[in-house]
């Protein structure tokens, strides 16, 4: 699933989940064939969990209690089993690993406008320096506003989208070597190493054993 808010996008593969807040306005969109299950929180519940939108892992044991938590829904803590189901899914969530899969949305209508550009081609090769007169800014303005607005430079920035692109790709049946080549990647091998730089694990490994006849 890709989630989108204002602020930006997560990218949510399999056995991951995204953390949504209250009131946080947002769309998911699927790719390839998609089974989830969702958890509704009263607000303030869980009050270690972020105020901002976050990718999660998802535990073999939190998925079980997920699923057993919808067969059993709506939940009520008057009653014991519930009132212990539910102080085990906090516990868990209290614990949980975030992944970095985020790719926030500066807040200048300049980056903003490139922000658009990059997105509707993801794979593109124009350089950044071409873009930036599409937009009306220098290459230098740029940099500085993503670094100030997002924390990344935007050469990172356009990583991280081609490395979520390629990922909806690859959820979408694309072999490893089309989705690298359709997302800018000069070769397999290099989309390979950028992913594995930066989520410590191979395309197959990380999407499920799905995969391991598309290598």
């Known amino acids: 699933m890709t989630v989108q808010t204002r602020d930006g996008s997560w990218v949510v593969p399999t056995y991951r989940a995204v953390w949504v807040p209250a009131g946080v306005p ?4 699927m790719s390839g064939s998609v089974s989830m299950r969702s958890l509704y929180v009263k607000s303030g519940l869980f009050h270690s969990m972020s105020r901002a939108c976050r990718v999660i892992n998802v535990s073999p044991l939190l998925k079980e209690l997920i699923s057993y938590a ?3 829904s709506p939940l009520n803590r008057a009653i014991q089993r519930h009132r ?3 102080a085990m899914i906090a516990d868990q969530l209290q614990t949980i ?23 509707a081609d993801p794979g593109g090769h ?5 873009l930036c007169k599409q937009v009306g800014a220098s290459k230098r303005t740029i940099e500085r506003l993503f670094l100030a607005e997002v924390g990344m430079s935007c ?5 991280v ?12 049946g694309a072999k490893v070597s089309r989705a690298a080549l359709e997302s800018g990647y000069s070769t397999p ?4 190493s950028m992913f594995r730089m930066t989520l410590g694990s191979t395309p197959t490994q990380y999407l499920g054993s799905r995969l391991a006849k598309q290598e």
């Open 126 to 130: 124009e350089p950044l320096s071409g």
């Open 84 to 86: 212990h189901l539910i």
């Open 26 to 29: 947002h769309t998911v969109t």
């Open 97 to 119: 690993r975030s992944e970095a899969l985020h790719l926030p949305n500066p807040t200048d209508p300049r980056a903003l406008r490139l922000v658009r550009i990059l997105l």
């Open 189 to 192: 091998s290099a989309f390979t």
């Open 155 to 159: 050469g990172k920035w356009r990583q």
């Open 70 to 72: 919808c067969d059993c």
């Open 161 to 172: 989208l081609r490395l979520m692109h390629a990922m909806r790709l690859l959820a979408d």
